[in-house]
């Protein structure tokens, strides 16, 4: 079970809780290891690549913020002052799980702790242990709801069962949609918005070209880790929902499985492809037409998805196809336009009206021109940027 421990509070104004001018410098401690380390830098490039707000290596900064694996998930509520800890033990290394704590330390609170979440969700007091119902108080939010709406796909948004005694569900929205809460690796769009609101970052976050790729990027051939939206077969054949038992009766139906069980399959009140059974020819659905019992469906093939849907994606060891937006070198340093440093390598080399990160020599890595000289960006690992772009929502 994953859990997430109660961010800590402190009674300050809002405006005492944000990051100055959205610049953080944090510290990663040497006891995570390569694995682990590696999923608090994804989570960075996350933030980097939709919102404004930057993670830069501490140096003599008098707030910052430590990465430490003490015991349990946890942060404090916005900026503390001063060195302040951010916890992840080894049930926290996920990239939801580490956003979402983050989301904590640049100020932002629990979701379903909102005074107005029992218009939304019920909680099952009768399965939380007396010791875990702490976790489902409410209260006012320093921030407010900076006008968005409640929002079931928020990382800030405990899953159906968090803190159960008894594996069933503890919180359940009002339409009794368990499968709305499930485990997320991605901000909501609502996420992005309060992170782009709060620090002025100039952009909304509601903009289609800032979500993750829209769950078009995966890696394996069967398409095990497909989340789009494709509902059509490659013959036009419209999807059947999967939790429909007309006009095929099939084995992936709601009423004769567990609905948390399929979620984790991908699977819900939804009509779209999946591949729940690892079938060779890739994502297929259940169709409508009584005289076709199924079909597989056209998503594209691996490379064509990523390349076109995800820019933190790329294939070559050394970032010489890396179409990514971070625009800052390992050492914090802010990257200039490639039309001002002097590069005239045209559009081929990602043109140049922009400071993103690239390699047009095929250096060693991904790079960029600063003012100091130039600089190797953090974009990660190939594989490793790739096997990440799995969705876990539905």
Known sequence: MRFIFKASHKVRRSDDLLWENGIVPYVIDETFDPTAKNVILEAFRHFHERTCVRFVHHTDENDYLIFQTLEGCWSSIGRDGGPQILSLDDDCETLGIV?????????????????????????????IGDEDEYNFDTYDHKLGPLGAPYDYNSLLHYFATAFSSNDKPTIVPKNGDVYLLVDRNYFSKWDLFKINKVYNCGMTGLEEKLLPGDGECYIDTMARDYRGEVSKTKDGKTCQNWFSLSPHQHPY????????????????????????????????????????????????????????????????????????MVSITEDGEPCIRWADSGWTLGHEYGGSGHNYCRNPDDDSTAWCNTESGFGYCDIGHANYNCANQYISFL
Request: hydrophobic share 20%; proline share 3%; aromatic share 10%.
């Open 99 to 127: 956003i979402h704590e983050i989301m904590h330390a640049l100020g932002f609170e629990h979701e379903h702790s909102r005074r107005d979440r029992d218009k939304y969700v019920t909680i099952h007091w009768e399965n």
């Open 253 to 324: 139906t709601g009423q004769q499985n567990d609905e948390l069980r399929l979620a984790n399959l991908g699977l819900g009140n939804h009509n779209w492809c999946r591949n729940p059974d690892d079938d060779s020819e890739g994502a297929w659905c259940f169709t409508t037409d009584p005289d076709v019992r199924y079909g597989y469906c056209d998503i594209g093939s691996t490379e064509e998805n990523c390349a076109a849907e995800s820019s933190e994606c790329y294939q070559k060891p050394d970032g010489s196809d890396y179409r990514g």
